[in-house]
């Protein structure tokens, strides 16, 4: 039963635009987010987070924005370069869990 | 380079072999992870490590076997896989366990593949 969704596979922007990564989940015990970003043939790197106190964290071109109501967050990079094509995993957990949660993972290109 | 080093990065395999994974850490971390990478799937956990000892087992088959003998190494003892194991699969460590809100450092993983 997969708990942290992202349902959109792929996403194409262009450079200097605005890039909108959304996640749902479905735990509401979750309380803490992360995004992380993956190039091919490395491991997921972390990038930002944000906990469920908040409902925005920003830090430099990367904002994340947390519904707590529809369970819902987002990543927004603006402007996008080329260099931010890679999959972005949104994952969650808990104060009471070990394990992150991560959903499949959204592939971002960003063309010139 | 996050700190968490994989060997090896690639690996192929039959499915009478014995092989083992390694990962180390050297950020003074107390908790290290297994995750497995398949095809459009999400990352899953297999095992987590937290001051050496297992505190989860997510359910993970008996032919892949973990091993912690201190808190700067983890390995991933592998034996009679399935080509279906084929993945890759990534080492993670935090400060503590997860549940403490501390982000996860991944290292670059290990592609395996099963024949």
């Known amino acids: 039963d997969q708990q942290v969704k992202q349902n959109s596979p792929s996403l194409s922007v262009q450079e200097g635009r605005i890039s909108i990564l959304n996640c749902d989940y479905t735990n509401s015990m979750f309380d803490y987010f992360l995004w992380y970003k993956k190039y091919p043939a490395e491991g997921p790197t972390f990038l930002i987070s944000?906990?469920?106190?908040?409902d925005k964290n920003e830090d430099g071109r990367f904002t994340v924005f947390l519904n707590k109501s529809a369970k819902h967050l987002s990543l927004h990079i603006v402007p996008s370069q080329p260099g931010d094509s890679a999959v972005y995993f949104c994952?969650?957990?808990?104060?009471?869990?070990?394990?992150?949660?991560f959903g499949k993972g959204t592939s971002l290109l960003v063309t010139p | 380079e996050t700190g968490v080093t994989q060997t090896p990065r690639h690996l192929v395999m039959g499915m009478t072999n014995k092989k083992s994974l390694k990962c180390e850490q050297h950020l003074g971390h107390n908790a290290m992870y297994w995750y497995k990478q398949s095809a459009k799937k999400p990352l899953e956990l297999m095992f987590v490590?937290?001051?050496?000892?297992?505190?989860e087992n997510n359910s993970v088959p008996s032919r892949f076997s973990p091993e912690c003998p201190n808190s700067s190494h983890l390995f991933l003892h592998l034996h009679t896989l399935q080509p279906e194991d084929s993945a890759l699969y990534l080492c993670?460590?935090?400060?503590?366990?997860?549940?403490?809100?501390?982000?996860?450092?991944f290292g670059q993983g290990t592609r395996l593949t099963v024949v």
């Open positions: 944000i906990s469920s106190i908040k």
């Open positions: 490590y937290n001051f050496k000892e297992q505190t």
């Open positions: 993670a460590s935090s400060r503590e366990g997860t549940g403490l809100n501390t982000e996860a450092f």
């Open positions: 994952a969650a957990n808990s104060n009471s869990g070990y394990a992150l949660n």
